[in-house]
C-alpha cells in the first residue's frame, strides 16, 4: 500500500559524510510531514528530522549545523544530509512519513516507517 525505501546507508570516518535518501510510494493522497529517526543499540529511537510538505523543518539538537534536510515533493522524497559525522551518530537511521492514503470511498492519516539504513562512523 504504502512504501519508504531508504538508500545511502554505510561506513564512514569520523568527520565524514552522507547523503540518505526515502522515497514514497503507494498511493498516497498527501505527505504531510517526512523526515529521519534514528535508533542506536540499546538506545530508543530518536528524531533526526522532520520537513513538511511546506517546508517548515524541525532538527534534533544534536544535529544541527550538521545535517540539512531536504525534499522533493513531486518525487514523494526527503533527503538529509549528513556532514561532520560523529561516533555517537552510529545507527539505523529509518525513514518516517505522515501522510493520507487514497482509497475509493475514504482517506486516512497515518504513520509509516522505512526498514532502516545503517549508518557506521567509525573513530
Known amino acids: 500500500q504504502v512504501q519508504l525505501v531508504e538508500s545511502g546507508g554505510g561506513l564512514v570516518q569520523a568527520g565524514g559524510s552522507l547523503r540518505l535518501s526515502c522515497a514514497a510510494s503507494g498511493r498516497i493522497f498527501s505527505i504531510n510531514v517526512m523526515g529521519w529517526y534514528r535508533q542506536a543499540p540499546g538506545k530508543e529511537r530518536e528524531l533526526v528530522a522532520t520537513?513538511?510538505?511546506?517546508?517548515?523543518?524541525n532538527y534534533a539538537d544534536s544535529v544541527k549545523g550538521r545535517f540539512t534536510i531536504s525534499r522533493d515533493n513531486g518525487k514523494s522524497t526527503v533527503y538529509v544530509q549528513m556532514d561532520g559525522l560523529k561516533p555517537e551518530d552510529t545507527a539505523v537511521y529509518y525513514c518516517y512519513a505522515n501522510l493520507e492514503i487514497a482509497q475509493e470511498f475514504r482517506k486516512m492519516i497515518g504513520n509509516y516507517w522505512g526498514q532502516g539504513t545503517q549508518v557506521t562512523v567509525s573513530s
Open positions: 520537513i513538511t510538505s511546506s517546508g517548515t523543518i
